[in-house]
Each structure stands twice: as C-alpha cells, then as structure tokens.
C-alpha cells in the first residue's frame, strides 16, 4: 500500500513538473483573476465583479477626424477599462479622414501591432542608433498587419482619398504616448539651427 502510494506520488509530481515545464514555455499569466488593489488602482471584490467591469463599448462609431492632423486615437486602456490592471494589454482604434495624419510618436512602455480595416495606410518606424537609425516604411491595406516595437518611433499616414480605420493591439495596460512633434518641435528656432549644424 505504501509502495503504491509512493509511485502513485511520484507519477503525479512526474505530471506536474511535466505540466510547469510546458508552461514555461509561455508568457507567464496573470497573478490572479480579480485583482483587489495594484498600481494605485482599485478593482473589484471577486464576489461583486460582473460582465460589465470587463466590458467597453462604442468603437464601432467613427471618432471626428475635424483636426488639424485629421485623424482620431480612442484608446482602451486600463484608464477607462479598469479591469486592465495588471493584464499588460490594451488597444486603440485610430480613424482617419484622407491624408490623416497620426504623428511619429513613441510607446514608451508597449509593442504595437496594428490590422487596417480600411483604406489605405503607409506606416513607418525608426530604429535605434545602435541599429543604424535605419526608417522602415510599407503600405498597408485592409486585412494588413504591422508591428511597431517597443519605444521606437512610429507613424501612420492615410494615403488614399478615402477614410481609414486601423485597430491596435498594444503589450500595456496603458502603453503611454510620446508625441515626438509635440516634444520636439516646441524648441526654438535657433537652438534646432545650431543642433543642425552638428550632424
Ligand atoms: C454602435 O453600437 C451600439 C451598441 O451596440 C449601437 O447602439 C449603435 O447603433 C452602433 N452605431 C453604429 C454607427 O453602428
Ligand atoms: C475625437 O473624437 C471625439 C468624439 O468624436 C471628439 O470629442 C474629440 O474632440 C476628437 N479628438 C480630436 C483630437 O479631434
């Protein structure tokens, strides 16, 4: 009896290392389903949480384009989908009206990836110095995807005569944004002559 319990006990840790080792092998999940206070941000009790905290809607109505760069980002991310917290995902839906413009800007904290549902996109990205400040660029139609990495500048531009969508997917609870013109293109007039003259 001892002897069967015995193999019996090392079958199931046989199982279980077996088990952890296949998980390993993916990202590691979250740390709990509901979470109770992280990151300064509250969630619910467990015993309370309903369908709704999980919930956004509206996305499938066109944002107005009236800009002077004529496009529009709605962001979900965990500032209005509090249930994001902790799950290190969050998306955009960017419309645009022709020739929008979604400036270069940067995700300090978050890869995206983006699918165009319409129209048509030319994208780009710039990598870092270490990798020869190298500018990737493509055109994009619906049903293409695109990745942009993690802090790395990038830009979306509407090339057709016609409105665009693209949907992204971002690896961040809340991706942050660093528009690179409104950075940048605030220093004097000067200063940008003499930083040109170095290069
Ligand atoms: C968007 O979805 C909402 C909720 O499902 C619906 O009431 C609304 O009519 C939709 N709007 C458009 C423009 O499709
Ligand atoms: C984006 O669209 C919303 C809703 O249409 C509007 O309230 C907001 O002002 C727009 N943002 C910009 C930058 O145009």
Redesign the pocket.
């Known amino acids: 009896m001892q002897i069967r319990k015995a193999k019996y006990l090392i079958r199931a840790v046989a199982l279980l290392a077996l088990t952890f080792s296949l998980a390993s092998a993916y990202d590691p999940g979250p740390l709990q389903d509901c979470c109770v206070f992280v990151n300064g941000k509250f969630c619910n009790d467990p015993k309370l949480t309903s369908a709704n905290d999980f919930f956004f809607s509206g996305l499938n ?7 002077p ?1 004529r496009s ?1 980002v ?1 962001a979900v991310n965990v500032d209005n989908l509090a249930r994001l917290n902790t799950l290190g995902i969050s998306l955009a839906h960017v ?1 645009f009206a022709p020739y929008g413009l979604n400036p270069p800007h940067i995700h300090p904290c978050g890869s995206e990836f983006i699918i165009v549902l319409e129209g048509t996109l030319y994208v780009g990205f710039d990598t870092s110095n270490g990798d020869g400040n190298r500018l990737f660029t493509i055109m994009l139609y619906p049903g293409d995807v695109f990745v942009f990495l993690i802090g790395l500048i990038h830009f979306l531009l509407n090339v057709g005569n016609t409105n665009a969508i693209a949907f992204a997917g971002l690896s961040s609870q809340n991706p942050g944004v660093i528009t690179i013109a409104n950075a940048a293109f605030q220093v004097d007039k000067n200063l940008v002559e003499y930083l040109q003259k170095q290069f």
């Open positions: 109505v066109s944002r107005s384009t009236s800009n760069l529009n709605t419309d």
